[in-house]
DNA sequence: TGTTAGCACTCAGGTCAAACGAGTGCTAAC
DNA sequence: GTTAGCACTCGTTTGACCTGAGTGCTAACA
């Protein structure tokens, strides 16, 4: 058990050298640095060990060795120690969630340089509303022009979506306002996913010009309701590691930063409320076989769902990251509160 | 004149064959693929001229000639051929202006991808509303929460801008409505950048509640009233040009991309509403001393400016780049055509 | 039995000189 | 004015060599 013991402090040593310098780590560094009590052939032993086990990797025989992907796991799993964020950190993190700015994506701008700043990776901000959940309070159409108005839609939770709509015959003003009024009425409590649905339902019964207009309302909102936001900042940090000093490999990994599919398929973390963490192959990704991404899903009080990904390589400064991830989780919860104080 | 019309020539060819390969060009070259009547002799005086000349540099004594950023001005302000547009390229970026989707978010976003991909370079588009310019046609206040209202402002040119606003007391959707109505009828032709000025100035004669709303709207707006967008495309593109195989190279220039204010006063050419060209130290920024920028702006038919801007290396393809711009002005214009059509 | 010292061995990376070759400039002849 | 020829330059490639960090194994030690 002692050995045991051992063997998981050496590893965890290795672990925490590579992280720290991107360089293979061989026997002696960890018998001077880490362990000194123990020789180097001693820990020889026990890396050559670890590495049957399938915890480190040697690149060849005469560097030292690497963590292997399940290395990394176990150290996400076990071995993280909690790391405290400096008070400059902890106010740079709060400052995005400053109370002036309520524009969803200005926030989620900032928030992105933040992070993406104080942990020196990318990060990835998407915002997303889960429409199944949310409920409708109520509408308004506003004229633009003769034949285009603006569908407003707000739900219980406050959340607003505008979109625009092409009539097919104008519209006086006033009657706009009673049919958005009545409208209003009728569908106040509908599920959002059951609008469509609802809409229709109501023309049946209604006279010929109104029918004809809910149907245009009741064909338009399913394409255009998509309001999610998806903002990266920090792109160019990923350069600056060693691990993507090949161009090419930096131009693959950036070129997935570019593909809003492939973002978003990273950031659906199937709806966990937890922070995840996935290394190398489990990214389900190829391009992104050697790097590590962290997310972490928030729910905003306006029934948003806001979730972060930190991607670097996967020798990633997990403790740290984490420690980011929960004082954005804190700042966020405080934000609420301020906003109850203020709703007295 | 003969001779100096064979020095143009013999440069032009230079400029092409660097474009082309990014390898400095030798006198062999040119007399073989280019210039086969005369010998590689006679090519390299001629040379030798254009460098006394500041049209080439020579990295080293044995290596060939590069174009200087004086030639390549030259070559833009002169030699420049139009490059024919593939019909593929041509419907790719007739595709973004596609009728559908009206959001401008997403028109940018389409553009973006299409000139990157097309030119293979990095692609800023950035959409503002010049304020100065734009008329006021009529407004709407729309409740969200209690307290809480959107404010809708619609111009004559039919662009239109939210913003939420936050009132010091709850008010009927009904009274919402008159006071949209009221002040849409009080403001219609009143200039935007007006706008601020002549709330007040009505508020002066109104009761103390309306005067109160007045003012909060008055407030209001000008912070939030900006609505540029600002969108990248085609990072990653730059990382395949040999001159960014410096992964430090290539880290400054991603930053540039990431900052919003350079990128910003990169696409801000003073109004000017033609395609401008800025080689190397042109551009006024020190990370972009081996970068070429080709900027072009089009006004849309409500009154928003499109900027766009291609960012390359300094041995760009220009006349392809050109021409690109160009078929995004005719598409911008087809656009509007079509609109006209519908609007019969 | 676990630990350690010692030693032979491996292998990437750095250094150095030589060979190479793409290119130039100059000169002399056409 | 053009061109062939030639010496010269200089970055790049090649290969031999050395160095040093690291390993694995063995034998001795506690």
Redesign the pocket.
């Known amino acids: 058990m002692e050995?045991l013991d051992r063997k998981y402090r050496i590893l965890q040593a290795i672990i925490d050298d590579y992280i720290l310098t991107a360089l293979?780590v061989?026997?002696?560094?960890i018998s001077r640095k880490y362990e000194q009590?123990?020789?180097?052939?001693?820990i020889?032993?026990e890396?050559?060990d670890l590495?049957d086990l399938g915890y480190l990797d040697?690149p060849?025989?005469?560097?030292?060795?690497i963590p292997s992907n399940k290395a990394y796991r176990l150290y996400v799993d076990q071995m993280l120690q909690p790391i405290p964020l400096s008070l400059e950190d902890v106010a740079y993190i709060r400052s995005c969630f400053d109370q002036r700015s309520r524009q969803i994506e200005q926030i989620s701008t900032r928030l992105a340089r933040a992070l993406s700043g104080v942990t020196h990776y990318t990060a990835a901000v998407m915002t997303r509303m889960p429409r199944e959940e949310q409920i409708f309070s109520h509408m308004q159409l506003v004229p633009v022009a003769d034949r285009r108005v603006i569908l407003i839609l707000v739900t219980e939770s406050g959340a607003v979506t505008q979109m625009p709509v092409e009539l097919d015959a104008a519209i006086d003003p006033d009657v706009l306002y009673t049919v958005s009024k009545f409208l209003s009425q009728r569908l106040a409590g509908c599920a959002m996913s059951r609008l469509h649905q609802a809409l229709l339902e109501i023309a049946e019964g209604e006279p010929e010009e109104m029918s004809k207009l809910l149907k245009t309302l009741a064909a338009q909102d399913d394409d255009n309701m998509d309001t999610g936001s998806l903002v990266v900042g920090g792109r160019s940090n990923l350069l600056s590691f060693p691990e993507y000093s090949d161009v090419e490999k930096a131009r693959n990994l950036l070129s997935v930063l570019e593909t809003k599919d492939k973002l978003v398929s990273l950031l659906n973390t199937h709806g966990e409320m937890e922070i995840t963490v996935r290394i190398g192959p489990e990214t389900g990704m190829e391009e992104l076989k050697d790097c590590s991404v962290v997310t972490a899903s928030y729910r905003m009080r306006d029934g948003r769902v806001n979730t972060i990904g930190l991607i670097g390589p996967t020798r990633m400064q997990y403790g740290r990251v984490l420690s980011v991830l929960n004082q954005v989780g804190r700042s966020i919860y405080e934000l609420f509160d301020s906003q109850d104080d203020e709703q007295k």
């Open positions: 050995i293979p061989g026997s002696r560094t009590k123990l020789s180097s052939a001693t020889r032993n890396m050559s590495e040697s060849h025989t005469s560097a030292g060795r």
